[in-house]
């Protein structure tokens, strides 16, 4: 199993109801898995894809209220999203065991930061545990629980890339009916405390975390006992993994104590204790802040990121810990290898994705715009010239407004064009949309609507509609929040796309947003109905100038040096036919000659 199977598969193993999620990497597969093995073991629960992560957390959080075991998964950036709901979750407390799987991203290899979800945890105040292995993984998945109904918090697992994406030998368990019934108890003093209350609830969660801190079954496990050391090296989540595979490997298993820690926060404090008197120094190895390292306080003894001695950012790999223990224990460092240049092109969007279309007819409409932009696939636009900014899921309107008004104050009227995916739009657009038109903002908004969540394996949006319920239509909404001017249309149409672009501008400049919502589905969405066109050819006219490649850097599209002219590579050509409209010099037509 993939790790993210692997906890999937401890959830339902382990009686859970309900799940919920938002995709992002590495959390993505988890909530696909959950549905697998429940349609499989033909278990009864609700599994949904919900419109944002502060969404998921609160549907599977009022499971857990009602006495059912619940989980939701998101990825690290995700559960910023869910924060307000995880603070006070924390001092409401769970009914049926409630997991928050809040999976990190160090590296980071799909992230706009490498932020550590246990620190959001001790922010919170709610136990995380810290999986080394996809096993570990599933088996710390039925562990949280136990342990959210033993102690009534919610738990979060926090795996992170490496656990997420590897695959181990696991043998499927039963999968526990634990013949539940939703009981929902009405006691508005807890869970709809008041000020007052919440102290009190603020008093109670102090005393469970110390009782967690002294709970058995999570209590650092010391994985070798060697006599006459006084050093000791302490290491969580995969960085356990790969220091124990390293130290075995490079005789250093017995150079000192091993400690692997399941439950950095709260730590325990035997342990605490244990090594600060035990032990005259102390590596700590952890992703990706100094969470462990903070708690055991003394830094006179403990050497971690706080101290300087292991780095602060990145993943901690086999060869850099391989350093690191090497240091800790005295011996010469061995050689970091060199990193092997990239080969290949770089990132770009997919043949004959519309999305490039898109950014191509938005710069032709307005050459000299700003072009704030946002999160998934279509982030790529920036290697287009497309995109010019990129902060967070839904910050591309925001900013769009702000632009604006930033410019209106000064005097220096802008074309402003923004992107935005549809499922971005449905998790965080449509309040600074709503924003945008009170406040009399005034540009063009692209939606890029390919009828899925594509960056993240196609996941579905609201647009889609479910058995139990009904679709959501993106225009309908965007007319809701008060846009006067929305339009849509198909952007491999490419000349007829820009001239409602440039006639969305002119709206804008005068009466406020325009919406252009551009239609066209995902290619590599299996689900999807695609036209089937002619491949586009080159013929003899070309004149090598390259503005095809450069301006709209199709991956189909490639300049022979040999030739010195543009060829089509009819391996990867969807046959879009927007290069016909793109080459300056009117060299692409379609094979057969065929429209």
């Known amino acids: ?150 102690f009534g918090v919610p738990v979060m697992l926090r795996p992170t890339t490496r656990v997420c994406h590897a695959c181990q030998d696991i043998a499927p368990r039963p999968v526990q009916d634990l013949q539940r019934k939703a009981d929902f108890r009405k006691d508005p003093k807890r869970w709809a405390a008041t000020p007052k209350f919440r102290y009190e609830l603020h008093v109670k969660l102090n005393e469970t975390l110390s009782r ?12 070798n006992r060697p006599t006459g050391t006084r050093r000791a090296v302490v290491a969580s989540g995969v960085s356990a993994a790969h220091a124990r595979e390293v130290a075995t490997a490079s005789g250093l298993w017995d150079s000192f104590a091993f400690y692997q820690v399941v439950q950095p926060y709260p730590l325990h404090s035997a342990f605490v204790e244990e090594i600060r008197t035990a032990y005259n120094e102390v590596l700590v190895l952890e992703e990706t802040a100094g969470v462990m390292e903070m708690q055991l306080r003394d830094y006179r003894q403990v050497q971690g990121k706080l101290s300087g001695f292991v780095p602060e950012a990145g993943e901690l790999l086999p060869e850099m810990i391989e350093r690191l223990l090497s240091r800790f224990a005295g011996r010469p460092l061995p050689e970091l290898p060199e990193a092997v240049p990239a080969a290949g092109k770089r990132p770009t969007l997919c043949p004959g994705c519309p999305h490039r279309a898109s950014f191509y007819a938005i710069k032709e409409a307005a050459p000299t715009g700003i072009y704030p932009s946002d999160i998934g696939c279509y982030t790529l636009g920036v290697n287009l010239g497309g995109v010019d900014t990129v902060l967070c899921m839904g910050a591309a309107i925001g900013q769009a407004a702000g632009f604006y008004h930033s410019y209106r104050v000064t005097g220096q009227p802008r074309d402003i064009v923004a992107t935005i995916g549809d499922s971005t739009f449905f998790h965080a657009g449509i309040p600074p949309l709503i924003d945008a038109v009170v406040q009399g903002a005034r540009f063009v908004l692209v939606i890029l609507d390919n009828s899925t ?15 139990a319920g009904q679709a959501v239509d993106i225009a309908a909404i965007v007319a809701g929040c008060g846009v006067e001017f929305c339009r849509s249309a198909d952007p491999l149409d490419l000349p007829a796309f820009t001239a409602l672009v440039k006639e969305a501008l002119v709206f804008s400049r005068d009466r406020g947003v325009a919406v252009v919502i551009a239609k066209s589905p995902c290619l590599v ?4 109905r695609h036209a089937k066109r ?62």
Request: contains cysteine.
């Open 1 to 150: 199993m993939q790790g993210n199977e692997a906890m999937a598969r401890g959830l339902v193993e382990s009686g859970c109801v309900v799940a919920a999620s938002y995709p992002g990497t590495p959390a993505s597969e988890i909530l696909s898995a959950i549905d697998t093995w429940r349609r499989a073991e033909g278990a009864n629960m609700h599994v949904e894809w919900a419109v944002n992560e502060k969404v998921a957390f609160e549907i599977a959080y009022a499971a857990s209220q009602s006495g059912l075991r619940a989980a939701t998964a998101m990825k690290q950036v995700g559960l910023n999203v869910a924060s307000d709901p995880l603070m006070s979750a924390a001092y409401l407390g769970t009914v049926g065991g409630f997991v928050v799987i809040s999976a990190d991203d160090p590296g980071p290899h799909s992230s706009q930061t490498e932020q550590d979800s246990r620190l959001m945890a001790m922010q919170a105040k709610v136990p995380v545990l810290d999986p080394s292995s996809p096993a570990e993984a599933r088996e710390l998945a039925g562990l949280a629980f136990q342990l959210s109904e033993e």
């Open 212 to 223: 967690l801190a002294a709970h058995g079954a999570t209590a650092p496990r010391c994985l």
């Open 453 to 467: 969540t594509a960056m993240t394996g196609n996941q579905p949006t609201p647009a889609h509609g479910t058995p």
């Open 525 to 528: 969405d299996k689900s999807a």
């Open 534 to 595: 002619p491949q586009a050819v080159v013929d003899a006219a070309c004149t090598g100038c390259r503005y095809c490649t450069a301006q709209f850097e199709c991956p189909a599209l490639v300049y022979d040096e040999a030739s010195r002219k543009v060829v089509v590579d009819v391996m990867i050509c969807s046959g879009c036919g927007v290069c016909l409209a793109v080459c300056p010099v009117k060299a692409i037509r379609r094979e057969g000659g065929r429209p």
